[in-house]
């Protein structure tokens, strides 16, 4: 079974960038726009990782990384923040939430890439 | 013999011969020992040769006499040989071991016989030799067998194979053997005598080279020992020792030194020994001048002494007038010595009063009151002494007439004062005769003093006047004083101007006051603060304004800046008066007014009014006076006040300016972030043929389009930093940190820039730094900006980066052979969006941002960040940050 990413991005060039590059490593991407959908696919799906972005309409990423923290069958998935905020802080708020990694925006694909398979082998 | 130069170990000289001899004496030794083995060696093998042969042919030639068993005939043959003196014994033996004939010296110190055994005998064929003890000497007994031979055929022995000639037993057989005894004793004296020579050669060496050594090391040392001795004598002060210089060794050059470090010493000493001379003199010159000075200081203080006699004198006499103050008193005294000294009877000390041109007595002594009252008005005033002797004869009827009512017949006046004199003392005598000369004289002394006296007191009165005005003048300025640093209080300018008019009342002796400020468009004046009004009164003036068209008085004294007095006799006119409703309300009629204007800064901000109606006291020129003062501080403050009001708007104004500005740069990173994340990240993946092979043209470009991408984030970025250091939102996260380990990342990844320049990069970085505490993502940002800075600004050479400790702070270096920095700019540089010049920014890029970020970062770590340069040779920057910042250390 090939490995399962849940993208959680409102922004549709950044989730074709996310696509495109775990697409290209042979990963099955699954594609959430909105904080309540992310929860919602995360409980379906059951990924092996989850990319979140943090500024999101509505839900945002730390309360939709809690939800799916506070699930126990869901808990050991790894889950990368990706933020365009980069102020001081904002990493101690998404570690707070339950994120394992932070990333901010740009990233680059290569460094993401290596983050997830970094995290992806410590599962 | 104890030789003077081998005393002790240390002389130089003593070293060599210690260090040479015993390696010479141990060579001849050596030499002389395996000389005398190999000697002793070939001797030994010469004679046991000579002994063999000996031996064998005695053997031989014993054949016949031992077959006939006839003594005489071997002792024959024995004979031969025993006169050879090395032979210490023969025997020969028969077969079976008799002894058939003996010969030697030593024939009965030979040892038993070992008689060989029949089977030894069978196979000895040839001598053996054997070491044997002769006389407790080392011998060599030779066994030689004597053999006779049947005689064999010339043919049988050509027809015997080779190898077995003799061998048959029919042929040969052994009948006896001869023992030989050689005495070693020649060989051993022979050794000796060889020893002895060596001996002699190791004796005739060593004395040679002791000798040798003696003049070779007499050589070196003579010239150190010269040097020795010289430097000795410098030492000891003798400089003019000049050291030849024979030799251009190193010696030699030592003593070239020594003579240059002689003259400069000499020179020095010179020196000194002249400044001291001249020190000398000086200080004899000095103590001459000394001794004259005292004889001076001695001749003035005899003077001073005569002097101060004198003044005693003078100063006793006058003690009296002097002590007292009281002007009465003193000059009873006065009239007391008078009488006493004139020998009179009465005296006493009148004032002329030139108003009514009359005296009136000041001071009596034994003047009874009826005659000072008859006497009181009469007009004498003579600008010199006078007497009159015979009061009878008196020109004035009236003096006359109540002196001798008294019983007075002469009379002696002396005026003082000086030429406007007024007083004058009078001297009455019951007896009628002259004063004479000295008693005229004493009294003159006497007035003169009485005239000091007189002066002291005025004066002392006067002093005292003035010091009670001073007294009071410095109270009110006290107390205005208080009164203005209360003005500075921190407490709202209402209550402040209230208490402060509250306490003023007492001091310029004012009722009431009002301060009256008129509104920003000069419309209208409105009551602030008051005192001594009745609360109603109080309250109706401070919530309706006065148009300042009909404001009377304080319209005139607010337009033209001058302060307006009314009392009873000036009253306020009434032009000038405030119209109704005001002037209706009888708590605000009054006669005594002030109407004072505040000015502060040029500026008139409005009327201070205050009045006496309550009290109906007259308005002093003194109580204006200070109202003005008054007036003048409550205006400053005033304006202060207004100042600060201000001042904290405008505070409050651009704190929250900043706050939207911050808000909004965070916001605008954000935004700009999103869509630079898509640009990047297309371009990474594209170049990472995500999307298929891409042609090398467009890898190019896309080169590009990922390197503006990333400047324009770092730009983003540095605005953000810039943004939050304004804010006070940029806080550093404490952690313990290698600087290894930062200025290896930070080199690491600028590594390949430096490489694409051809410029070196060099790490100079101690192994044992300490671990440090900061925020080491900070601190790499500050490096990677000096280091990328470096690299961007340098075209050729090198850049280096060097970490040093100083006293608990890490200082690290960024070196370059860039372009330099002219000094103008050096501050500059450090400011927000400062690069030398315009042009520079184009060509190299940068926001300009990332010094001011470094610097604000080091200076938040508690550090500093310098650069030097040199135009054209290159800059260093430098920042030192504590190692160990502490958490509740500097912050943003």
Redesign the interface.
């Known amino acids: 079974m090939s490995t399962r990413i849940l993208v959680v991005e409102d922004q549709e060039d950044n989730r074709r960038i996310l696509r495109d590059l775990l697409g290209s490593v042979g990963f099955e991407v699954i594609e959430a726009v909105t904080g309540q959908e992310g929860v919602r696919l995360a409980e379906v799906h059951r990924p092996d990782l989850i990319l979140m972005d943090i500024q999101l309409p509505g839900l945002d990423g730390y309360e939709a990384t809690r939800r799916i923290k506070a699930n126990p069958a869901l808990r050991p998935i790894p889950i990368i923040a990706v933020t365009s905020y980069a102020l001081s802080g904002d990493d101690v708020k998404a570690f707070a939430a339950g994120c394992d990694a932070y990333v901010t925006k740009p990233f680059s694909p290569r460094a993401l890439l290596a983050k997830i398979r970094e995290h992806l082998a410590t599962r | 013999v104890k030789i003077r130069w081998l005393r002790g170990f240390s002389t130089f000289r003593a070293k060599i011969f210690w260090s040479v001899i015993p390696v010479i004496l141990a060579l001849l030794i050596f030499h002389a020992f395996m000389d005398l083995r190999e000697h002793r060696r070939l001797v030994e093998s010469e004679f046991t040769k000579r002994g063999l042969g000996m031996a064998a042919s005695l053997g031989q030639g014993s054949e016949l006499g031992v077959l006939a068993e006839n003594r005489g005939l071997l002792e024959s043959s024995i004979s031969g040989i025993v006169g050879d003196p090395d032979v210490a014994y023969v025997f020969i033996h028969a077969d079976d071991g008799r002894v058939l004939a003996t010969g030697g010296k030593a024939v009965d110190d030979a040892v038993a016989p070992a008689i060989p055994t029949a089977g030894d005998r069978s196979t000895m064929t040839r001598v053996v030799a054997r070491p044997v003890r002769i006389k407790d000497q080392k011998g060599i007994e030779f066994l030689a067998p004597i053999v006779s031979e049947s005689v064999a055929t010339p043919d049988e022995l050509l027809l015997q194979p080779p190898g077995k000639a003799g061998g048959g037993p029919t042929q040969r057989r052994t009948i006896g053997f001869i023992r030989l005894g050689l005495s070693l004793e020649s060989v051993e004296h022979h050794v000796l005598g060889l020893a002895r020579l060596w001996v002699g050669i190791t004796a005739v060496f060593f004395g040679i080279s002791s000798v040798t050594i003696y003049l070779f090391s007499n050589r070196i040392t003579r010239p150190i020992k010269q040097l020795t001795a010289h430097a000795q004598k410098i030492a000891e002060g003798e400089l003019e020792q000049t050291i030849p210089v024979r030799s251009r060794d190193e010696i030699g050059r030592l003593g070239a030194t020594f003579n240059t470090m002689a003259g400069a010493l000499k020179e020095n000493i010179d020196e000194k020994e002249r400044v001291l001379r001249e020190l000398q003199e000086l200080n004899q010159t000095l103590e001459k001048r000394i001794h004259q000075r005292t004889a001076e200081l001695e001749e003035r203080t005899v003077a001073l002494e005569d002097s101060l006699q004198e003044v005693q004198t003078l100063a006793e006499i006058s003690r009296t007038v002097s002590s007292s103050l009281d002007l009465r008193q003193v000059l009873t005294t006065v009239a007391a010595h008078a009488v006493g000294r004139a020998s009179a009877d009465a005296c006493g000390v009148f004032e002329f009063d030139p108003d009514r041109r009359a005296f009136h007595v000041v001071a009596s002594h034994d003047l009874d009151g009826r005659f000072l009252e008859e006497l009181e008005g009469t007009d004498l005033q003579p600008a010199a002494p006078v007497q009159i002797p015979e009061l009878r004869n008196a020109p004035d009827a009236r003096l006359r007439d109540c002196a001798l009512r008294a019983g007075f017949r002469a009379l002696l006046l002396v005026p003082f004062g000086g030429a406007d004199a007024r007083h004058s003392l009078v001297v009455l005598r019951r007896r009628p005769g002259t004063f004479s000369e000295r008693v005229v004289g004493v009294l003159t002394a006497l007035a003169d003093q009485s005239k000091v006296a007189i002066e002291n007191a005025r004066l002392f009165r006067a002093v005292e006047s003035q010091r009670l005005q001073l007294e009071q003048l410095s109270a009110n300025l006290e107390h205005l004083y208080r009164l203005s640093t209360a003005l500075q209080e921190p407490l709202s300018l209402r209550d402040q101007l209230g208490r402060v008019l509250d306490a003023a009342r007492d001091v310029v002796r004012i009722d009431r006051f009002y301060i009256w400020v008129v509104t920003p468009d000069s419309e209208q004046l409105i009551a602030l603060a008051g005192a001594g009004f009745a609360a109603e009164d109080a309250r109706r003036l401070e919530t309706v304004p006065i148009p300042l068209a009909e404001a009377g008085a304080m319209r005139l004294a607010f337009r033209d800046g001058v302060a307006l007095v009314f009392n009873e006799g000036n009253p306020l006119p009434a032009e000038l008066r405030l119209p109704d409703p005001w002037s209706s309300r009888p708590a605000l009629r009054t006669s005594r007014f002030v109407v004072t204007p505040m000015i502060a800064r040029g500026r008139t901000l409005g009327v201070l009014t205050a009045d006496n109606k309550g009290s109906r006291r007259p308005i002093e020129a003194r109580t204006v006076n200070m109202l003005q003062i008054f007036a003048s501080h409550a205006a400053v403050a005033i304006d202060n006040a207004r100042l600060f009001q201000e001042i904290d708007d405008k505070g409050r104004q651009l704190e929250l300016a900043s706050l939207h500005k911050s808000q909004f740069l965070?916001n605008m990173?954000?935004e700009l972030?999103?869509?630079?994340?898509?640009?990047?990240?297309?371009t990474?993946?594209i170049l990472?043929r995500?999307?298929g092979e891409v042609p090398e043209a467009i890898r190019e470009v896309l080169g590009h389009l990922d390197r503006s991408?990333r400047h324009l984030?770092g730009l983003i970025?540095d605005v953000?930093d810039l943004s939050?250091i304004e804010a006070g939102?940029?806080?550093l996260?404490l952690a313990e940190y290698s600087m290894q380990d930062v200025v290896q990342t930070v080199a690491t990844s600028v590594e390949p820039l430096a490489a694409e320049k051809g410029l070196r990069l060099k790490l100079d970085v101690p192994d044992d730094l300490p671990i440090g505490r900061g925020d080491e993502r900070r601190l790499a940002q500050v490096l990677l900006n000096l280091l990328g800075n470096a690299i961007k600004f340098t075209e050729a050479g090198e850049v280096r980066v060097t970490v040093r400790t100083e006293v608990r702070s890490f200082r690290v270096s960024v070196v370059d052979t860039g372009p330099g920095i002219p000094p103008e700019h050096r501050e500059r540089i450090f400011g927000e969006f400062q690069q030398i010049d315009a042009s520079s920014t184009r060509k190299k890029g940068g926001t300009g941002l990332g010094l001011t970020i470094a610097r604000r970062i080091v200076e938040m770590h508690g550090g500093r960040v310098a650069v030097d340069s040199v135009l054209g040779l290159g800059s260093t920057f430098t920042f030192t940050v504590p190692i160990l910042v502490s958490g509740d250390g500097p912050r943003a």
């Open positions: 965070a990173s954000h972030r999103t869509p630079l994340n898509a640009i990047l990240g297309y990474e993946l990472d995500i999307y991408g984030l970025n953000l939050k939102a940029f806080t996260s």
